[in-house]
């Protein structure tokens, strides 16, 4: 796992993965979470991190990847 900040932006990217991002999905408020071709999660962003308090509910997170990568395998 890799942790990038960028301060200009005031945002944290937190990598799972090297695999390539193919579709990114806001979980909620300033929360984007990244998937790649095989709809795992490879990468959640955080925006406005110090300006906002931020809830992350990780186990919702990679249910929804798991309910969205049955999806599409059916």
Known sequence: M???YDDK???IYLILSDDDVLES???SKD???DYNQNN???A???L???SNEHE???PLILKSAWTKKLSYNL
């Open 2 to 4: 890799k942790i990038k």
């Open 9 to 11: 932006q005031d945002a």
């Open 25 to 27: 999905e806001e979980q």
């Open 31 to 33: 929360v984007i979470v």
């Open 40 to 42: 795992e999660v490879v």
């Open 44 to 46: 959640i962003e955080i």
């Open 48 to 50: 406005n991190l110090k």
């Open 56 to 58: 992350i509910n990780l």
